[in-house]
């Protein structure tokens, strides 16, 4: 194939993503084939080698060489200098074709992203709060999930409803703590506390770095980003209130007879603190434990939460007083909850990381 011919196969290639049928180069025009009809290639040529100062098109001439062909590309699409291009949306949208239809395929045919894929659900709960005439006051949810193997991340999220909604300033809570599962427990990673109220935002965000043997605290208040607050010695593991929660739920942490108390070590900001699991007699329809913690929710508040347990440990029932005000909570029918002995806790994982060389938790 001579340069001319190899001219007009690559701009035919490159306006329509494929090779040219053999009636292109013949000059006669194919329509149930060619998209790109030869005179249409030929004006383009004769267009870019029109003299600078204009006048006629020149006739056929010698053959483009390597540095002609290449600034070929360059052209805008058909139409004489100072003319308004007829066909150059149509090309463009020609161009693209081949790579918008490589994209769909991709789209199609490559697996969903294992990230994505792992995300399982394990436990939904949905709990109606009353606050003193407010039989229905608030809601609150709590979620399990879990990230891959051994890697899980909890959620409770809190929301006053109605009339209470306007009288708390529209007051949101949300807590979320990414935890592992190691040596038959749950170890928190990132611990978040994030509320709203009168339209201002606050976050705090606990770092727990195991190889370095640090806890950290960021801040965040009305957005202003994160900003390392405090920071102590890790040198034993301690528990955020979700964390603890499923330590219990599993019977791994807190009490396991009736008049037992179990002492959790709770994150030591902004002094240290325990958290504290009574269990009392046991019945046929469950028990009653009493949780003594700090509030995550009022500051430098300590409450107790009474709370009536089933044979799986999940509060049925809960009360606790904020405040002088009572807030009474019950568990909802649409709720799922976590199937006893959970086959994902069984599973052998890798040790992460972050875990130190030695350490025991």
Excluded at 147 to 169: Q, R, S, Y
Excluded at 191 to 213: A, C, I, P, T, V
Aim: glycine letters at 10%; charged letters at 25%; one cysteine or more.
């Amino acid at each position: 194939m001579d340069d001319n011919l190899q001219c007009l196969n690559v701009l035919y290639l490159g306006a329509t993503g494929v090779n040219p049928p053999l009636s292109f180069y013949s000059g006669k025009e194919d329509q149930s084939t060619s998209s790109v009809p030869r005179r249409m290639v030929s004006r383009i040529i004769s267009t870019r080698a029109r003299p600078p100062g204009g006048g006629a098109e020149p006739g056929p001439g010698p053959a483009f060489d390597s540095k002609e062909a290449a600034e070929v590309w360059s052209l805008k699409p058909l139409g004489a200098v100072g003319e308004k291009p007829r066909f150059g949306r149509r090309l463009r949208a020609r161009r693209g074709l081949p790579f918008l239809t490589l994209c769909l395929m991709a789209w199609l045919v490559v697996p969903e992203s294992p990230a994505l894929a792992a995300v399982t659900l394990i436990e939904d709960l949905h709990y109606q709060l009353a606050v003193l005439a407010w039989r229905d006051a608030a809601w609150v949810r709590l979620t399990l999930n879990r990230l891959g193997p051994g890697h899980f991340v909890a959620k409770a999220i809190g929301e006053p409803k109605g009339l209470f909604k306007f009288l708390t300033g529209e007051r949101r809570e949300r807590l979320e703590t990414e935890m592992v599962w190691r040596n038959h427990r749950f170890l928190p990673l990132v611990y978040r506390e994030e509320s709203w109220r009168h339209g201002k935002h606050r976050l705090n965000e606990y770092r727990f770095d195991y190889s370095q043997r640090r806890l950290e605290m960021w801040q965040d208040d009305d957005g202003l980003g994160l900003v390392k607050k405090w920071e102590t010695d890790l040198l034993e593991p301690v528990y955020d209130p979700l964390t603890g929660f499923y330590n219990c739920r599993l019977g791994i942490m807190g009490p396991t007879r009736s008049g037992e108390t179990g002492a959790i070590p709770g994150i030591p900001y902004p002094r240290p603190e325990t958290m504290e699991v009574r269990l009392g007699p046991k019945t046929k329809a469950g028990c009653e434990a009493m949780i003594s913690l700090v509030n995550p929710v009022f500051e430098d508040s300590r409450g107790v939460v009474f709370a009536f347990l089933d044979d799986r440990l999940l509060p049925r029932r809960a009360r606790t007083t904020v405040y002088g005000i009572t807030i009474r909570g019950i568990l909802l029918p649409e709720s799922i909850i976590m199937p006893p002995g959970l086959r994902e806790l069984t599973v052998p994982v890798p040790v992460p990381a972050r875990r130190p060389p030695g350490a025991n938790y």
